[in-house]
């Protein structure tokens, strides 16, 4: 069984294990692709990672908004830790809103350290825009508010 020492123990767990995971891919793109724009297809056509600097935000929307974006980042991030210490939340509470501060975190470093967001998850078969750990952190945390209103409302 596992001993909790504080509330909302799976927020705190899944913010620290995706953000660590998001900084952690991001570098290993950094260091093993010499240039903006180089390619690696780990299923030709379809899938492949690709180094992109985002100076926007999702899909590339508000390109050139990193100084403003890195505010909102951080201030999101700030935003959650504070809630996630005051209120208690419901397990599934805890994991939407761990994964959104993880992605808000993890994009945050990101245009604070750079001025940009590394994005390198490319699905080509369906022309998607280039994301990361941290863009999926926070669509999943989504996921996780939505299903947790629908089952508040019943």
Partial sequence: MIKTY?????FWIVAIIALILDQI????VVINFKNIG?????????FHLT?????????????????WLRWLSL???I?????????KLSK???????????GALGNGIDRFLF???VDFLDFRLINFPVFNIADMCINIGIIFLIYATIKASN
């Fill in 6 to 10: 504080g509330k909302n123990y799976y």
């Fill in 25 to 28: 891919t991001k570098y290993l």
């Fill in 38 to 46: 180089d390619t690696f297809p780990l299923w030709q056509g379809i």
């Fill in 51 to 67: 180094y992109v600097q985002n100076t926007g935000a999702a899909f590339s929307f508000f390109q050139g908004g990193a100084s």
């Fill in 75 to 77: 201030l999101v991030s």
């Fill in 79 to 87: 935003g959650l830790i504070i809630f996630a210490w005051r209120e």
């Fill in 92 to 102: 599934v509470e805890q994991l939407a809103y761990g994964f959104i501060l993880a």
């Fill in 115 to 117: 001025g940009y967001v």
